[in-house]
């Protein structure tokens, strides 16, 4: 008898994107040692933690180091003061209650994304944008609601949801009944968002079939119009139908120290196999108390110094830093005739190829003509042939650069 493995990681694709855009810098790199590469490919931030964030962060290493405020185990669910700051200063200024036990402290919207699926049957209908993060997918692949691989790369159990230029990359609702709705607004990848009225339109979809919005807000503080909701809870009665992820990292260039929460709330209800009906919120908790054992304490008091009067005040400077090297990277593209979109309400601006390139092509013209990493468009689903997305969240010296090398290569 042989130990067999989970099939259902087979029907995955041969490796993770951004792994695969590594292991293409890194040969590159390896036969150019001498080229001054510009990374724009991976979402990661590139200003330091803040002064304020700083502050707490060590003086909470060093409570851990007195014997009389050392602290072991934490809740699993998070440390009530950064819970109540949560709700204080994300939540109550739009008019939403939130309960604290509502509130679930993480180490990323990523983890809490991949893993909230677990808590769902196996039977249920997926439903995702395309293009899309790629986690979404492939988590529930790997749990076996994919199905099998369709000739385009597409899984047969999983319903899409293409967002094109066509579309202006709004979604149109399912056209068939579905039971998890992944939505990602400001949306990774395309930097586009959606409207009140638009979201709205989720939300009665999600009542009307009883389904599950799964809501990444990952990007919400990067919200500059005034229409676009920063949390899907703006919408009346979406507490009932809505999962909301949010995160520190590209809010406060928590990527390399990992603090992030979910908000599931009470009203939210599943069925069992045999129709009763059960509490979502505590499976969640069921679940997380059973495989997470919380974020560290200083980590947790670093992200309360956030919601601080100086703390959000340098918070909202590092936005609009990186901001700022998004309308760089609009106005210079626009320039060079590309058409692009995102970088308004977004870190993430999402360009159309060049004479019908595709994505990977692009994403080597680029590398190899202008040493510039970006991510190409087919690695975030099918409708994403013909893209390649940009961050803002090099220096402004690394954008400018950028910019000024694309616009001396022949596009």
């Known amino acids: 008898m042989s130990v067999t493995i989970n099939d259902n990681y087979l029907l995955l694709q041969d490796s993770y994107l951004f792994v695969d855009i590594a292991r293409r810098l890194e040969n590159f790199q390896n036969e150019n040692p001498d080229k001054n590469v510009?990374?724009?490919?991976?979402?990661?931030?590139t200003k330091p933690l803040s002064k304020t964030v700083i502050?707490?962060?060590?003086?909470?290493v060093d409570e851990m180091s007195d014997f009389n405020s050392f602290r072991g185990y934490g809740p699993e669910q998070g440390y009530s003061f950064l819970v109540e700051a949560i709700i204080k200063n994300d939540f109550k200024p739009s008019g939403i209650n939130i309960d604290t036990d509502e509130v679930f402290i993480s180490d990323g919207a990523k983890c809490d994304t991949g893993n909230i699926q677990e808590i769902f049957g196996l039977?249920?209908?997926?439903?995702?944008?395309?293009?899309?993060?790629?986690?979404?997918?492939d988590t529930n692949v790997m749990a076996g609601r994919g199905g099998s691989i369709t000739n385009n790369g597409t899984y047969s159990s999983i319903v899409y949801m293409s967002c094109t230029q066509e579309n202006n990359f709004i979604p149109e609702l399912p056209k068939e009944p579905v039971d998890l709705i992944y939505l990602c607004f400001p949306n990774n990848p395309t930097g586009t968002t959606l409207n009140k009225d638009q979201l709205s339109k989720f939300v009665e979809f999600a009542k009307e079939n009883n389904s599950i919005i799964l809501?990444?807000?990952?990007?919400?503080?990067f919200i500059r119009e005034n229409d676009v909701p920063h949390s899907i809870y703006e919408i009346d009665g979406a507490k009932e139908v809505a999962i909301e992820f949010r995160?520190?990292?590209?809010?406060?260039?928590?990527?390399?120290?990992?603090?992030?929460?979910?908000?599931?709330?009470?009203?939210l209800y599943g069925l069992s196999s045999n129709g009763e009906k059960i509490s979502v919120n505590e499976l969640w908790n069921?679940?997380?108390t059973t495989k997470f054992?919380?974020?560290?304490?200083?980590?947790?008091k670093a992200a309360e110094a956030t919601f601080s009067i100086e703390g959000k005040k340098e918070i909202k400077e590092n936005i609009d830093y990186y901001m700022e090297n998004a309308k760089i990277i609009r106005n210079s593209l626009s320039n060079l005739g590309l058409n692009i979109y995102g970088g308004v309400n977004s870190p993430y601006i999402w360009v159309k190829t060049p004479n019908n390139m595709k994505s990977w092509d692009f994403f080597d013209l680029l590398l190899n003509e202008a040493n510039i990493v970006g991510t190409a468009g087919s690695g975030f689903g099918l409708s994403g042939e013909g893209y390649l997305r940009l961050t803002a969240f090099n220096t402004l010296e690394n954008t400018k650069e950028a910019m000024d090398r694309m616009s001396k290569i022949k596009l």
């Open 247 to 267: 995160s520190f990292s590209k809010t406060a260039g928590f990527t390399g120290t990992r603090c992030a929460y979910t908000i599931v709330p009470k009203e």
């Open 286 to 288: 069921r679940r997380q």
């Open 215 to 221: 809501f990444d807000a990952a990007y919400e503080s």
């Open 123 to 137: 039977d249920n209908k997926v439903c995702v944008t395309d293009p899309i993060y790629p986690v979404y997918v």
């Open 38 to 45: 510009i990374k724009m490919g991976i979402g990661d931030v």
């Open 55 to 60: 502050k707490a962060f060590k003086d909470a």
């Open 293 to 300: 054992n919380g974020v560290s304490y200083p980590v947790q």
